[in-house]
């Protein structure tokens, strides 16, 4: 083990990293900076699409609800102009083991590292994902890190990302709180050195293949819905995980659709910046995350990310927080 500077750390992340998930990230680098992802992906995830729909449904995840919104779809007529308004439909990820859609990959990501003889597994998150991953840890009897971006340097703490603190602790997960900054990558490296445990890493190829069930679920249940494939898929992206594996189900469904991305307009807030933090009323489907991690893929904890989500989207769309806040009181409604 080498020193344990900011310096000394981040010198050897790529050998932390690989040791934590059991992949050479640099066997699928090319001459030019090139990245072959699609060969990462067939190499890393041993396990077909079909054999992680079983996973998934062992663990209670997946199979959820595709619900067509028709108040939702008439609203969208009347106020649309003449021929437009599509009929809306919602996937119903909170339907899923601790709630929503993260379910997906913490499921396939925890079961790999219980595959893989990992005793422990974790996950730097700001939320929903850190209670999936708590929540599929005990599942299988796994012990669990969740480390947390929460706090300004002021000690004030995002509301939404202490309100999971509990849900995680519930699970018997040991919560880490962190400010915003560098000190999240650092901690979680050294984290993963201390300990052996497995990065539960919201961008792994486990986590981004656990995805691939949404996407293809959704094609199969318009097919029976309505006999034909979406014309779009909406997804929210930040980081691309959620619109990476929603695509490439899609893809391997056979649907032609094309998929948008959503992200909450935060134009003049900076993620990690310790004025903006407590700024913003949302941790993530936000442009702070939804821009630099599209266009730089290396910003996360694996290097190359496997998100890249340029690749798969046809349309970047941005809301404000006001239009989310309406849209979130008629989907209650």
């Not at 609203?75 to 003449?82: H, I, K, N, S």
């Not at 597994?121 to 947390?148: D, E, H, P």
């Not at 999971?164 to 050294?190: D, H, I, N, S, W």
């Not at 094309?258 to 936000?286: E, P």
């Amino acid at each position: 083990m080498g020193g344990r500077s900011y310096e000394a750390v981040m010198a050897r992340k790529s050998e932390i990293v690989k040791a934590a998930v059991g992949i050479d990230y640099s066997k699928f680098e090319e001459p030019g900076g090139r990245f072959d992802y699609e060969r990462m992906m067939r190499e890393a995830v041993p396990h077909s699409l079909e054999e992680i729909v079983k996973i998934q449904s062992g663990m209670s995840v997946g199979d959820t609800k595709l619900l067509s919104l028709d108040n939702v779809t008439e609203l969208a007529r009347r106020t649309a102009g003449g021929g437009k308004g599509a009929q809306i439909l919602v996937k119903d990820e909170a339907q899923n083991l601790s709630g929503s859609f993260k379910a997906r990959r913490a499921a396939l990501s925890v079961y790999e590292a219980h595959r893989m003889g990992y005793k422990g597994v974790v996950a730097a998150t700001s939320g929903n994902y850190g209670a999936a991953v708590a929540c599929m840890a005990a599942r299988l009897g796994l012990k669990c890190i969740v480390v947390q971006e929460c706090y300004d340097s002021r000690r004030v703490g995002q509301p939404e990302i202490l309100e999971k603190q509990r849900a995680c602790e519930a699970m018997g997960a040991e919560v880490v709180q962190l400010t915003v900054g560098p000190e999240l990558f650092y901690e979680t490296l050294m984290l993963l050195e201390d300990t052996g445990f497995y990065n539960a890493s919201l961008y792994t190829p486990s986590a981004i293949a656990g995805i691939e069930t949404l996407g293809w679920e959704i094609a199969q249940q318009c097919r029976s819905q309505l006999g034909r494939d979406p014309d779009v898929v909406v997804a929210t992206n930040a980081g691309g995980g959620n619109i990476t594996g929603t695509a490439r189900g899609l893809r391997k469904a056979g649907a032609k659709s094309q998929v948008y991305a959503a992200s909450v307009d935060l134009s003049g807030l900076h993620m990690a910046s310790d004025h903006d933090f407590n700024r913003k009323s949302f941790t993530t489907g936000h442009t702070g995350f939804g821009v630099p991690f599209t266009v730089q893929p290396d910003r996360t904890d694996v290097p190359r990310n496997a998100a890249r989500p340029l690749r798969y989207m046809d349309r970047y769309l941005l809301v404000k927080e006001g239009e989310v806040f309406y849209m979130t009181e008629a989907l209650a409604a």
